[in-house]
């Protein structure tokens, strides 16, 4: 994340030559700008993962509203699929799903809604 972060002008330019990636601009810069968001984290909170916690519990709506105004190039499915992954939304897995059980231990935030 720090090396991305730190990516300048010849790094973009040999990402955006890259045929083995998407050459879009707009996605280079935002995943270098989104490296150096998450790097302040550590300075505001203490790491990305503290900054999760310090905004759960939150809607759906308000964590895309939350990542839209931190982050470039963020929306709802691809907040809401990350937010599921990391378990910060429920949705991934029902009560009656099997897998459901073998989560439960690990205590994912959106278990803990206050």
């Known amino acids: 994340m720090?090396?991305?972060?730190d990516y300048g002008a010849k790094d973009?330019?040999?990402?955006?030559n890259d045929a083995g990636i998407i050459r879009n601009k707009l996605k280079v810069n935002a995943a270098i700008s989104n490296a150096a968001r998450i790097r302040e984290m550590r300075e505001t909170h203490d790491g990305f993962a503290n900054w999760l916690d310090a905004h759960h519990p939150l809607s759906k709506e308000d964590w895309i509203k939350l990542f839209?105004?931190?982050?470039r190039f963020t929306g709802g499915e691809i907040t809401s699929s990350f937010?599921?992954?990391a378990g910060y939304l429920p949705g991934a897995h029902r009560e009656s799903?099997?897998?459901f059980e073998k989560i439960r231990p690990?205590?994912?935030p959106w278990l803990n809604k206050a």
Do not use: H, Q
């Open 2 to 5: 720090d090396i991305v972060a």
């Open 12 to 16: 973009r330019e040999r990402l955006l």
């Open 68 to 71: 839209k105004k931190t982050f």
């Open 83 to 85: 937010l599921m992954g």
């Open 97 to 99: 799903c099997p897998i």
């Open 106 to 108: 690990y205590n994912p």
